[in-house]
């Protein structure tokens, strides 16, 4: 079974260092069929290499995936942490290690937040309050401006007065400056949110910095949020980071799939159920020029008109066996659960590829949901929740509009 290795910054904090580790023993209970390895950058014990190696020396398959402990990338993600178990991949012949994604602004992360912002405010309402959000801060632009994006979604999910972008260290406008920027434009129930995972030096600075702004301003008053810390939510993020990266199903059912796109123009396609589910798939299926055969007792209208203008082949009747001679890929989008399961099996057989629009696990197909931007096709595969899938899907390609 591959081994998981989390890779945090570290601290000489003890409350620091005892709040990673509860955090690390929460993913431990979430798997509990899966060796899971803590190592740290930097002031603390592990090392990446060290974990790495030991997890590949104990792995029977040599494998592990290391998921960095980050909120946002930087330095540490995109050099230090691939040095070091770079070191233990090379100690370990024939090894493999998968790196896993950093935190980023996945949805529960951003509700965390929320939770500590509301928590600090106590009897203050959401929309009296100016969130002064707090960064890490470092050198180099990307982690910085995803910063201020966050910061953006923050305030329209939280409903906050006003919000405020500042940094603890290295670049500005830092947390004097940002506490400033909030009380000139009116805000004077201030809450500070330190973007960090757990206690440290730079939650320290927070609270020194905010006290000594808060004397020098006696008609404001400032609460300083908790850090994330150690909870579900977090700990969730780091399992679906781990299930994603070696293949599994993660809790919201991400598929272990091969992408690919399919040249069916002239090929036979067979769609079982001539219902609204299959009148919105057809549209594709014709631009992509397949030779388009619908089975089915009765069809949507939409359907039918298309098979009166010559675009596919209308057979009104009950899908068969026969009905999938020859064909390159088929559809199975009946409302009727067992004949889906017997149109998949038969296009299994014949090893057919098979979508089932009423149960995805039970096909050997799945349609993504895709959008154009820029000459490209993007597509993103999910599970159960078509909804969510969507949503990623059009956040790529408005992301590929901005960037490309």
């Known amino acids: 079974m591959t081994a998981l290795v989390i890779a945090a910054h570290g601290t000489r904090i003890e409350e620091g260092q005892q709040q990673c580790r509860a955090l690390i023993d929460r993913v431990r209970r979430m798997l509990p069929d899966v060796r899971v390895l803590d190592c740290y950058v930097e002031l603390d014990e592990p090392t990446i290499a060290e974990a790495v190696t030991d997890a590949l020396?104990?792995?029977?398959?040599?494998?592990?995936?290391?998921v960095?402990?980050?909120i946002g990338t930087g330095s540490h993600v995109e050099e230090d942490i691939p040095e070091g178990f770079g070191a233990g991949i090379e100690t370990v012949a024939g090894s493999r290690v998968t790196y896993a994604p950093h935190l980023g602004p996945d949805p529960r992360m951003i509700s965390a937040v929320c939770q500590r912002i509301s928590a600090a405010a106590a009897d203050?309402?959401?929309?009296?309050?100016?969130?002064?959000?707090?960064?890490?801060?470092?050198?180099?632009?990307?982690?910085?401006?995803?910063?201020?994006?966050?910061?953006?979604?923050?305030?329209?999910k939280g409903g906050y007065a006003d919000l405020t972008n500042a940094y603890i260290q290295v670049t500005h406008p830092n947390l004097t400056e940002g506490l400033q920027q909030a009380y000139d434009k009116?805000?004077?129930?201030?809450?500070?949110?330190?973007?960090?995972?757990?206690?440290?030096?730079?939650?320290?600075?927070?609270?020194?910095?905010?006290?000594?702004?808060?004397?020098?301003?006696?008609?404001?008053?400032?609460?300083?949020?908790?850090?994330?810390?150690?909870?579900?939510?977090?700990a969730q993020v780091v399992v679906d980071r781990f299930r994603d990266a070696s293949g599994k199903l993660s809790d919201h059912g991400a598929p272990q799939v091969y992408l690919a796109g399919l040249v069916l123009a002239g090929r036979k396609v067979v769609l079982a159920g001539g219902g609204h589910v299959a009148a919105r798939r057809i549209e594709k299926l014709i631009d992509s020029g397949a030779d388009i055969t619908v089975v089915a007792p009765s069809f949507d209208e939409r359907i039918k008109s298309l098979g009166e203008l010559g675009k596919l082949k209308l057979v009104e009747r009950e899908v068969t066996q026969a009905d999938l001679d020859d064909a390159w890929y088929a559809m199975a989008l009946t409302n009727k659960p067992e004949?889906?399961?017997?149109?998949?099996?038969?296009?299994?057989?014949?090893?057919v590829f098979c979508v089932r629009g009423d149960d995805a696990s039970g096909g050997t197909a799945w349609t993504p949901a895709t959008g154009a931007a820029n000459g490209l096709?993007?597509?993103?595969?999910g599970g159960q929740d078509p909804h969510r899938t969507a949503h990623a899907r059009t956040a790529s390609v408005a992301t590929i509009r901005r960037e490309f």
């Open 377 to 381: 096709l993007v597509g993103v595969v």
């Open 186 to 234: 009116g805000g004077r129930k201030i809450v500070v949110m330190p973007h960090f995972l757990f206690h440290g030096r730079l939650e320290n600075w927070t609270h020194k910095q905010a006290n000594e702004w808060v004397a020098a301003h006696p008609d404001a008053e400032v609460r300083v949020a908790d850090v994330i810390g150690d909870c579900d939510e977090l």
């Open 339 to 351: 004949v889906n399961e017997q149109v998949a099996a038969w296009a299994e057989a014949r090893r």
């Open 68 to 70: 960095p402990l980050m």
């Open 57 to 66: 020396e104990t792995d029977a398959d040599k494998s592990a995936v290391v």
């Open 124 to 156: 203050w309402s959401d929309d009296e309050i100016s969130v002064v959000f707090l960064g890490r801060g470092t050198s180099l632009t990307t982690p910085n401006a995803d910063h201020a994006r966050l910061g953006r979604v923050l305030l329209e």
